[in-house]
């Protein structure tokens, strides 16, 4: 009996000698997931944010073409008022030219 008891004894101890051997190698093996699936994270968000980034860059380079247009409509407008304005005052100008001329 004490022979059977031993045998058993050795068959327990080989037992949890395989099942601590086993439960490492699925610890590691979890670890080497986990690492795995935090890197595809990573690097899906940086892909994200990096075309996040290309998005806002779009954008802001379109408000900039807006406002660069609205400046020169707004500036060839001005430009125009003060080419009316000045031909309004061509002929005001040309009489007192006239008129100096004529005084000499």
């Known amino acids: 009996m004490a022979l059977e008891a031993i045998q058993t004894v050795a068959q327990a101890e080989a037992r949890a000698k395989a099942d ?10 979890r ?4 690492q795995r699936e935090a890197k595809q994270t990573v690097e899906q968000a940086r892909q994200k944010a990096r075309e996040e980034a290309r998005q806002m860059m779009a954008q802001a380079e379109e408000k900039a ?5 609205e400046a020169l409509e707004q500036a060839g407008q001005d430009c125009e008022a003060l080419k009316q304005s000045a ?4 002929e005001q100008a040309a009489q007192l030219i006239v008129g100096r ?3 000499r």
Do not use: F, N
């Open 20 to 29: 601590r051997e086993a439960a490492a190698a699925q610890a590691k093996q």
């Open 87 to 90: 031909r309004g005052r061509l």
């Open 101 to 103: 001329v004529v005084e």
């Open 65 to 69: 073409a807006q406002a660069t247009r």
């Open 31 to 34: 670890l080497t997931d986990a």
